[in-house]
């Protein structure tokens, strides 16, 4: 099993940035491709990013690329997700997935087993 915890979410401004972190226990990861997700209310969970275990491989939805960068730290079992130029259309609880995922299925949320509880992320306009 994997457990996975997010943190760093929080209000900004639009234009502004935030740093989420995502620490994976239990099972080591090192292994693993992770990603992050989001959803807003009333929508489906969306991709956002994803990084292969060798951090040789990323994965952007158009919405986001340019402005987030993705990364892992596999001696920390870590995670993070930095976001630049935040608009009010990135507001949503984002979430951090771990799993042997096929790089060619990393945006469907179904093929991730482990799920973190989210971290909210609001931008204000």
């Known amino acids: 099993q994997v457990q996975l915890v997010e943190s760093g979410g929080g209000l900004v401004q639009a234009g502004g940035s935030l740093r989420l972190s995502c620490v994976a226990s239990?099972?080591?990861?090192?292994?693993?491709?992770m990603g992050w997700f989001r959803q807003a209310p009333g929508k489906e969970r969306e991709f956002v990013s994803a990084?292969?275990?060798?951090?040789?491989?990323?994965y952007y939805s158009e919405s986001v690329k340019g402005r987030f960068t993705i990364s892992r730290d596999n001696a920390k079992n870590t995670l993070y997700l930095q976001m630049n130029s935040l608009k009010s259309e990135d507001s949503a609880v984002y979430y951090c997935?771990?799993?042997?995922?096929?790089?060619?299925?990393?945006?469907?949320?179904?093929?991730?087993?482990?799920w973190g509880q989210g971290t909210q992320v609001t931008v204000s306009s």
């Open positions: 239990g099972r080591t990861v090192s292994m693993y491709q």
């Open positions: 990084i292969n275990w060798s951090d040789s491989d990323t």
């Open positions: 997935t771990a799993d042997r995922t096929d790089p060619r299925s990393v945006g469907i949320p179904s093929t991730w087993r482990y």
